[in-house]
């Protein structure tokens, strides 16, 4: 979660120093499991303006796409708002020092508005991508 606040942080600094006024004021909503692929931890988060909450009609979901012959544990730290995990061991079997991942994230809701997913790893390795709600996203990362 702390390496999520210093990715946050740095794209908002940025924003402000480039005089970008639109994300003035926005409180954030952030869904965050955290997923544990042979030994290597990944942060993955959602992130979107709170405003929106009102309108999410299901849970978040995440979907996790693994090697067949990894091992995981997901942890999944409270939330302002629900969310599921699914992993699949679907992905061919692969090395346990190099290993990749797939997540697909979903935000359902009855309104339209941007998303953010993020992956933060150990060493500030942090990967991002943009999305919107109802439309689903996917990152493929490698855990090493």
């Not at 869904?31 to 929106?52: A, L, Q, R």
């Not at 061919?92 to 809701?109: I, Y």
Request: hydrophobic share 45%.
């Amino acid at each position: 979660m702390g390496r999520f606040l210093i990715a946050l942080s740095t794209v908002l600094l940025s924003s402000v120093l480039t005089g970008s006024s639109a994300m003035a004021g926005t409180q954030w909503c952030v869904v965050d499991p955290i997923i544990v692929v042979n030994s290597h931890p990944s942060d993955v988060e959602v992130v979107f303006d709170e405003t929106y909450v009102p309108t999410l009609s299901a849970p978040v979901s995440f979907r996790f796409h693994v090697p067949s012959n990894a091992k995981v544990t997901v942890m999944m730290p409270p939330s302002p708002v629900a969310y599921t995990v699914q992993v699949m061991y679907d992905r061919p079997a692969a090395s346990p020092s190099s290993t990749t991942v797939t997540v697909d994230s979903l935000v359902t809701s009855t309104a339209s508005f941007p998303t953010q997913t993020v992956i933060s790893m150990a060493h500030a390795t942090v990967f991002s991508v943009a999305g919107s709600a109802n439309v689903p996203t996917s990152i493929t990362y490698a855990v090493k």
